[in-house]
């Protein structure tokens, strides 16, 4: 049940309507109804709290419920407010003693001894004003791995795809006490059972539904009835224009504990899983085949069964593909030659080609949730080339890449900036060393935000206070208006280089900065479109560009570091 439906069910059992309103308030008992559905939903309610409306569920062990002991059941009371406590008793001719109490040590009631609170509304003695949160079971969450997220009114977890899936739901409810808004608070019932399975425990919920209006003063002893059936024993009552309907119910889990261990030794293996296929390089056969990574499809170099193909088998791709993980940082982490998603799926290793396809191996896009999967096939397209040349070094040779990489010996070296933090360098610990990757596609929208991404890793990170200072130190001059490049530069100077040479220095970084503002929108379009061509032209590609551009600035970088932080061997 979402939360709209819920909470147009619980107005309707909760708001005298304006029409009709004499059969309402002799209706209490209809939300027996409500029970007996709820309690089979996909997400149960364990509290509700509103004007006509109270239900609390706590957790009872399951060798106490079994069966119901209905009479022991209906002497169960439990408040908002209980909670663990500490216990300090003296007298009875006993010594004094000290023990922790716990919220279900309800007096009469047997069943409930060992069993486990899930709501707790604290009150806080002498803040009269203080309005107590709504507290659940750290054991239930924790076990759960739920997250309390303010902005979804929710405790929440991450399914396959690394979305947030709401678990626990707390429901503002119309119409509360006094002034205030009730509450609802539904558990989405296949974890809850599991939780319930693993705990030995029942859910029992105690719930009391009264209805009466404003000339209502006291309840007679006529027109009362007691009623039990499967799970549910209620006692109803009716008055003029009154009615109420309180009761127990008791809510087994639909499943067993070899269920639950079923379950998970089925994820475990796989079992059930899906697989998409992809056009692969079978290079062990020598052929271009379209399989998919399900078990008894692969063979590896250990079992080498006959006429199938290698797990490391690569599949190539449109560079496109990896436009989706580019544009949600928060979500998506691209590192060297990885991808990860928020710890719900790992691709293990991908590169890109000479001919500028994305490449990884049919083993490891197997193990993708199948949705991820068919992402994926939807920009798998035959190989044009070979995988790179660094993916067969370290994948298959077995050796480090001795490739020079620019933009990662300069992230490296941003990343020992940030550790160091001079007080010329702005720490870029917003994630920007994470944020900017080579261009994979021929889009100049993508080439220009990836410049842009490079000039806020790199550029931003010079202090211009600091650098005149250093500038001052070394015994030069500089104008109020220049800029932390400008200054880069004329530090130089100072130190003796000569001046077109300290301009040679600094021009790389220059570049990337000129790039920025046209790039982004800030110039002309007939601009944008001729530095695109020019980088076209010049280099055969964005990604060659980039590349180029990365490099100057790596040298830039390692040069001010030398400069002004000598003997540092961040450099190196």
């Not at 870029?428 to 990757?437: A, I, M, P, Q, W």
Request: proline share 6%; charged share 25%; aromatic share 10%.
């Amino acid at each position: 049940m979402n939360r709209t439906n819920l909470v147009k069910q619980i107005e309707v059992l909760n708001k005298m309507p304006s029409e009709d309103s004499a059969a309402w308030l002799l209706g209490a008992a209809d939300a027996v109804e409500f029970m007996k559905k709820d309690a089979l939903a996909d997400d149960i309610v364990i509290w509700a709290s509103a004007s006509h409306i109270l239900i609390h569920g706590v957790l009872a062990p399951t060798e106490k419920t079994t069966p119901p002991d209905f009479d022991d059941l209906r002497r169960m009371m439990v408040f908002p407010d209980a909670s663990w406590g500490i216990e300090h008793v003296s007298g009875g001719g006993e010594p004094d003693r000290v023990y922790l109490t716990p919220p279900l040590d309800s007096p009469g009631c047997k069943s409930l001894v060992g069993g486990e609170k899930l709501i707790f509304k604290r009150g806080f003695e002498g803040m009269n004003d203080y309005v107590p949160p709504i507290e659940i079971s750290q054991k239930l969450v924790h076990s759960l791995r739920l997250h309390f997220i303010a902005e979804r009114h929710a405790y929440c977890k991450l399914n396959d795809q690394g979305d947030l899936e709401d678990v626990i739901n707390i429901v503002k409810v119309p119409n509360g006490w006094g002034d205030r808004d009730g509450t609802a608070i539904t558990i989405r019932a296949e974890e809850f059972y599991e939780y319930m399975i693993l705990s030995k425990t029942t859910l029992i919920r105690k719930f009391d539904f009264t209805r009466t209006g404003k000339n209502f003063s006291s309840w007679s002893n006529d027109d009362r009835s007691e009623k039990e059936c499967a799970g549910l024993s209620y006692h109803c009552g009716k008055g003029p224009a009154a009615s109420f309907c309180n009761g127990v119910q008791v809510i087994v889990p639909p499943l067993t504990y070899e269920d639950v261990l079923l379950k998970h030794m089925n994820e475990r293996e796989g079992v059930g899983k899906q697989y998409a296929s992809f056009v692969i390089h079978d290079w062990r056969n020598k052929r271009i085949f379209e399989t998919s990574g399900a078990p008894g499809n692969l063979t590896n170099y250990f079992t080498k069964t006959e006429g199938l193909p290698y797990e490391v088998s690569p599949a190539f791709f449109r560079p496109e593909v990896l436009h989706k993980y580019k544009a949600d940082p928060e979500k998506y982490k691209i590192e060297n030659r990885s991808i990860s998603c928020r710890g719900a799926w790992h691709l293990e290793t991908y590169d890109i080609n000479a001919e500028g396809q994305v490449h990884s191996y049919i083993i490891y896009l197997s193990r993708l949730p199948y949705e991820e999967q068919l992402y994926w096939k939807s920009f798998n397209e035959p190989p044009k080339g070979p995988i790179s040349a660094r993916a067969i070094q370290t994948d298959f040779e077995g050796t480090w890449s001795t490739d020079y990489d620019p933009l990662e010996n300069l992230k490296r070296h941003v990343r020992a900036l940030d550790d160091l933090a001079p007080a010329w360098w702005n720490p870029r610990r917003d994630g920007l060393t994470s944020v900017v990757h080579l261009p994979a596609t021929d889009s100049a929208a993508e080439w220009a935000d990836e410049i842009h991404k490079l000039d806020q890793m790199l550029v931003e990170g010079f202090q211009p206070r600091p650098l005149r200072e250093l500038v001052t130190a070394k015994g030069g001059t500089f104008e109020q208006p220049w800029g932390s490049l400008r200054l880069l530069e004329e530090m130089f100077v100072a130190g003796g280089m000569p001046p077109a040479d300290a301009k040679g220095v600094v021009e790389p970084l220059k570049r990337l900065h000129a790039l920025r503002t046209p790039l982004k929108g800030h110039g002309a379009l007939s601009d944008r479109k001729a530095l695109a061509a020019e980088a076209r032209t010049e280099f055969g590609s964005f990604r060659a560009h980039f590349t180029q551009l990365a490099a100057g600035c790596d040298t830039a970088l390692k040069r001010i570091i030398d400069e002004l932080l000598p003997g540092s061997n961040i450099a190196d």
